[in-house]
């Protein structure tokens, strides 16, 4: 077999056709240097296994040129990845690398199981691909944001069974679940997971969003926020839900104690 030495293409000597690890080179020569592997190949060389599906996606910065044939996709991007280098290869985080996938993929079953191999095999949070997905064009994301969403029922779903049988366990009543709190002027305060009026006990465990609970500073703000009004607040790590029950039933038992031995402050259910 003989090469056209006019032009810069990579043509595979092999009966067997081209590796993985060779269409990835043969790829980012026809890019600009700028370019970062995403999809499917950054998933593999990530470590994550995902089988191909004959074409490279490459995304560029928005001033490069983009490409689109049948074995190479180069994407123009205002999001550039920041690259892991790979065996070799700049490549997209798994997290942008699954979004990217997804939005190539043709069926439902396709995204189930992209999403799957990047969050059990991957360690991919689910909150990671949701921000991804903030950023990402919105053509080809239909049956991604359908598959989160059943995926995000699921999650609440648990954890909401969970965090009420930790209320059970911990001998409290029954608190009202996702309540909106105002004070008596009609000033918003917040919504909580739970709220026991007859002490003005809130306690949020983020069961509406478990994959993105709220740390650090927006989490301390809302605390102040209640306490200044006179609310007990207590919040809960979701992960806490499940992975340190004991000692979060022993929190809540001490929340609703503090509640109880102070005049219950003048706010209300909206």
């Known amino acids: 077999m003989r090469t056209n030495q006019a032009t810069p293409e990579i043509i595979q000597l092999t009966e067997s056709g081209p590796g993985r690890l060779s269409r990835l080179r043969a790829a980012l020569r026809v890019a600009h240097p700028d370019a970062v592997v995403t999809g499917r190949e950054a998933l593999w060389l990530n470590g994550i296994a995902v089988a191909p599906q004959g074409t490279v996606h490459l995304v560029v910065p928005l001033k490069r040129p983009s490409r689109a044939d049948g074995s190479v996709i180069v994407e123009r991007t205002p999001h550039m990845p920041d690259p ?9 985080a798994p997290a942008r690398a699954a979004v990217d996938a997804c939005r190539r993929a043709s069926t439902v079953d396709q ?3 992209l999403v799957s191999a990047a969050v059990h095999r991957g360690g991919v949070r689910m909150g990671e691909l949701h921000a991804e997905l903030v950023h990402a064009p919105s053509r080809g994301t239909t049956l991604l ?9 699921g999650v609440r779903a648990v954890s909401a069974r969970a965090a009420a049988d930790l209320v059970d366990r911990a001998g409290l ?24 009026d007859e002490v003005a006990l809130a306690w949020d465990c983020d069961l509406h969003q478990p994959w993105a ?9 809302r605390a102040a926020r209640l306490t200044a009004v006179g609310i007990v607040p207590l919040h809960t790590d979701p992960l806490r839900i499940r992975g340190d029950q004991s000692t979060v039933i022993t929190e809540l038992r001490g929340a609703y104690r503090l509640a109880t031995a102070r005049p219950r402050p003048e706010v209300v259910m909206a």
Do not use: K, Y
């Not at 609970?213 to 703000?221: D, E, N, W, Y």
């Open 84 to 92: 892991l280098w790979r065996r070799g290869f700049p490549t997209a």
């Open 111 to 113: 995204v189930r199981e």
């Open 145 to 153: 944001r359908r598959t989160l969403a059943e995926i995000d029922r």
């Open 173 to 196: 009543p029954p608190p009202r679940w996702t309540a909106r709190l105002r004070t008596t002027a009609d000033v918003h305060l917040a919504v909580v997971d739970a709220w026991w």
């Open 213 to 221: 609970p709220r740390a650090g500073t927006p989490a301390l703000a």
